[in-house]
C-alpha cells in the first residue's frame, strides 16, 4: 500500500465528492491545510468568518451542492456561528473544517486552542467530530459529506488538528455516491389522496424545501391538478411557487391567529416542505383553529413536533411525484386569483415604489437574496417572484448578516445570472466585508441598500408587543457608497424617486460589483 500524507489522501477525497471550492479567512492553525494549495482548487477569502459561511450558503443554495468552509480554530468558529445558525435553519449542507492546535500541544491548554471543539458549534450542525486519530481525518470527513447531503439536508462540522494533515496513512480512500431522497409510505398517500378527493375547498402550503429539492414545477402541476389555492409558509427562505401563478395566494404570517384566520376558507390544507408552522409572535388570541392537516416532510423533527395534523415522511420530489401519480383532476372551482396592491406612486422614495421599480426593471431569471425585515411584507405585495428555480433566497432563522454576503455567494454560484441583494441598512452591516470578496472577484452583482436609518423591525415589533422608548434602534450617518468603494466596489446613492430607475439601470447593466444606496422613506407599516 503507497503511504501518503493525510492532507494528500484529503485532497483526493475533496476531489472524488467535488468539494474543490473552498470558502475561508485563514489562520495559523489552517497552515498545514494550506499549504501548497492545488490548481484545481478555488479559495474564496472573506474578510470575517460569518460574512465566509454566509457566503457559502449561498452558494450551496444556488448550486445545490455541498460546499467546504475552511475556519479558524475557536475565535474563527465563533465568529461564524451566527451564519452557521442561518445555515442550519436553512438546511444548507456545509461542511465546516477547523482548524485546531497539534496535539501535543492540546493537554496544556494552548493559545489558539479549542477545547471541546465538536461541542462547541452544537446544536446547530447535524454532525460534529474531532477525529481520535489523524488517519481518521478522511474517513470523517467522507461521512460528514453524507450526513450533510443526506435528507435533511445541513450543516456538519470537522476539528482537525494541525499537525494531522503531515502524518501518514495506508488507509486506502473510498468515495460514495451521494445518498439519494426517499419516497413516502404508499399508504399514507392513499390516505391523503382519499382525504383530497372529499375536500371541496383544498390549500397547499410551500416551504422553501420544495425549491430545495427542486421539485416547483412538480409542485405547480399539483395544484393545477387540485385546483386548490397556494400559500406560503411563514418566514420561507425560498421560493417554492411562482407568485404570478393565479393559483398563488400570498404568505403566511408568522402568528397562528393570523394562520388560523387565513387558513379558514379552506377544509384541508396540505403543508409541503415546510414546518406547520413557524411562528415569531403571540398576540394572546388563545387557542386557534386550523383545517386539517397532512404534512409532507424528510424531517423527521418536523413531522413529530407538530400539534396537530397527520405526518407523511418523503423528499418533497419523490412525495409530490407520488402524489401526481395518483390523484385525478379536480372539477372543483379554482380560487380567486390574489388582488395584489396598485402600483404606488412616485411622489416619495418609498419602499413601495423602490420594490415595483425593481420589479419592472428584473430579468425574469434574476435571483433576488433578501434581508429586509422591516420591508419584507412590501417586497411580497410588490416584487413578485416568478422563477422556479432558487429565483430568491434569505435567511430561515431571523439572525442577521445573511444579505450581502448572500447575493455575493450567489452571484459567484451563477454569474450567467443578474443577482440582486436587497439588504436593510442595519442588516446590512453584519456582513459588509463581503463587499471586498465581490470586488476580488469581479462579480456581476447588485447590491440595494434600503435605508430607513434604523433597525426598524425592532422598534415597529417592539412598538406592536407594547414596547416603548427602546434604545438602540435609530442609525444614520453611513455613507454606503463610499463604503463600497472603499472596497473596490462601485457605489452610487439615490435620495429621490426621478433618481430611481436610472440609477437601477446602470447597476444592473453594470459587470462590476455596485451597490445602490437608496434612502428610503419611512413607513407606517407594521410588520404582521
Known amino acids: 500500500m503507497i503511504k501518503r500524507t493525510v492532507l494528500d489522501a484529503t485532497r483526493e477525497l475533496l476531489r472524488e465528492l467535488g468539494l474543490t471550492t473552498l470558502f475561508g479567512n485563514p489562520g495559523t492553525t489552517e497552515v498545514p491545510f494550506l499549504t501548497d494549495w492545488p490548481d484545481d482548487f478555488d479559495y474564496v477569502l472573506g474578510l470575517q468568518e460569518s460574512a465566509v459561511v454566509a457566503m457559502a450558503d449561498a452558494y450551496s443554495q444556488v448550486t445545490r451542492q455541498a460546499v467546504l468552509v475552511n475556519l479558524h480554530s475557536a475565535g474563527g468558529v465563533g465568529h461564524g456561528l451566527g451564519s452557521l445558525y442561518n445555515a442550519y435553519r436553512n438546511r444548507t449542507p456545509l461542511i465546516i473544517v ?14 489558539l486552542g479549542a477545547i471541546d471543539a465538536p461541542d462547541f458549534p452544537k446544536p446547530y450542525v ?43 496513512t495506508e488507509r486506502p480512500i473510498i468515495s460514495r455516491p451521494r445518498i439519494r431522497g426517499f419516497a413516502p409510505d404508499p399508504e399514507a398517500i392513499d390516505e391523503l389522496v382519499a382525504a383530497l378527493e372529499a375536500s371541496e375547498r383544498p390549500a397547499i402550503v410551500v416551504g422553501g424545501a420544495v425549491d430545495q429539492d427542486g421539485a416547483v414545477v412538480e409542485t405547480v402541476a399539483l395544484a393545477e391538478r387540485l385546483n386548490a389555492g397556494v400559500y406560503v409558509a411563514p418566514m420561507s427562505f425560498r421560493c417554492s411557487f411562482p407568485e404570478d401563478h393565479p393559483l398563488f395566494q400570498g404568505f403566511l404570517d ?6 388560523s384566520d387565513r387558513l379558514a376558507g379552506h377544509d384541508l390544507v396540505l403543508v409541503l416542505g415546510a414546518p406547520a408552522f413557524t411562528y ?4 394572546g388570541r388563545g387557542e386557534a383553529l386550523l383545517p386539517p392537516l397532512f404534512i409532507l416532510s424528510d424531517d423527521e423533527q418536523i413531522l413529530a413536533r407538530a400539534f396537530e395534523g397527520t405526518g407523511i415522511r418523503a423528499t418533497p420530489k419523490l412525495g409530490i411525484r407520488a402524489l401526481l401519480n395518483v390523484v385525478d383532476r379536480s372539477t372543483r372551482p379554482a380560487p380567486a386569483p390574489l388582488e395584489r396592491p396598485a402600483k404606488p406612486g412616485a411622489e416619495k422614495l418609498s419602499a413601495e415604489y423602490v420594490y415595483s421599480t425593481l420589479a419592472d426593471l428584473l430579468p425574469d431569471n434574476a435571483i433576488v437574496v433578501e434581508e429586509t425585515p422591516s420591508h419584507r411584507g ?11 428555480d432558487t429565483g ?77 422608548k427602546l434604545p438602540g434602534t435609530e442609525l444614520g450617518g453611513i455613507d454606503f457608497a463610499a463604503l463600497a468603494a472603499s472596497m473596490g466596489c462601485q457605489g452610487v446613492t439615490i435620495t ?28 407606517d407599516r407594521t410588520l404582521y
Open 98 to 111: 477547523a482548524g485546531q492546535q497539534t496535539r501535543n500541544l492540546l493537554p496544556h491548554d494552548p493559545f
Open 126 to 168: 447535524k454532525w460534529s467530530i474531532e477525529p481520535a486519530t489523524a488517519e481518521d481525518v478522511p474517513a470523517a470527513l467522507a461521512r460528514a459529506y453524507h450526513v450533510a447531503t443526506q435528507a435533511p439536508s445541513g450543516p456538519v462540522f470537522v476539528s482537525v488538528p494541525a499537525d494531522d494533515w503531515t502524518a501518514t
Open 254 to 259: 408568522p402568528e397562528r391567529g393570523a394562520v
Open 280 to 283: 415569531h409572535v403571540d398576540r
Open 378 to 388: 412590501i417586497l411580497h405585495d410588490h416584487l413578485p417572484i416568478k422563477g422556479t
Open 392 to 468: 430568491f433566497l434569505t435567511m430561515a432563522s431571523g439572525t442577521l448578516g445573511y444579505g450581502v454576503p448572500g447575493a455575493v455567494g450567489a452571484a459567484l454560484a451563477r454569474p450567467d445570472r443578474p443577482v440582486v441583494g436587497v439588504v436593510g441598512d442595519g442588516s446590512s452591516m453584519y456582513g459588509i466585508q463581503a463587499l471586498w470578496t465581490a470586488a476580488r472577484q469581479e462579480l456581476p452583482v447588485t447590491i440595494l441598500i434600503m435605508d430607513n436609518s434604523e433597525y426598524a423591525a425592532v422598534r415597529i415589533l417592539g412598538e406592536t408587543i407594547g414596547g416603548a
Open 496 to 523: 429621490e424617486p426621478s433618481g430611481l430607475v436610472p440609477g437601477l439601470t446602470a447597476a444592473l447593466a453594470d459587470p462590476r460589483p455596485t451597490l445602490v444606496h437608496v434612502k428610503v422613506a419611512a413607513s
